[in-house]
């Protein structure tokens, strides 16, 4: 399985982005999937997740209300808009797609928000 995580880039503070991962298999598969963030020094975290039909979502305090997850199970591809973008956003993002037995990490891509 591959993923592969893409969109990043340099914004300002406010802007948005919109990242996707897309996956080599059907994501129809992958009981869930999500996003996560590594800050320069700082541990990876929880951005959001969403169900394998994407009926369900969750996220991380920090982003409720700015960031919303979606999928294309047809596309075989996650989403992260982002929206209001702060400083504090900027990190490395990750996907991840999560099957009973395991789980799958995209490569990464980088979000950099500006003040």
């Known amino acids: 399985v591959q993923l592969q995580a893409f969109g990043g880039g340099l914004v300002q503070a406010g802007g948005s982005l919109r990242l996707s991962c897309a996956s080599s298999?059907?994501?129809?598969?992958?009981?869930?999937m999500g996003w996560y963030c590594q800050a320069p020094g700082k541990q990876r975290e929880l951005v959001a997740t969403?169900?394998?039909?994407?009926?369900?979502?969750t996220y991380g305090d920090s982003v409720k209300g700015r960031f919303t997850i979606s999928r294309d199970n047809a596309e075989n591809i996650l989403y992260l808009q982002m929206s209001s973008l702060k400083p504090d956003d900027t990190g490395i993002y990750y996907c991840?797609?999560?099957?009973?037995?395991?789980?799958?990490w995209g490569q990464g891509t980088q979000v950099t928000v500006s003040s």
């Open positions: 969403i169900s394998f039909d994407g009926s369900s979502t």
């Open positions: 298999i059907r994501i129809s598969s992958f009981t869930s």
């Open positions: 991840k797609a999560s099957r009973t037995w395991g789980a799958y």
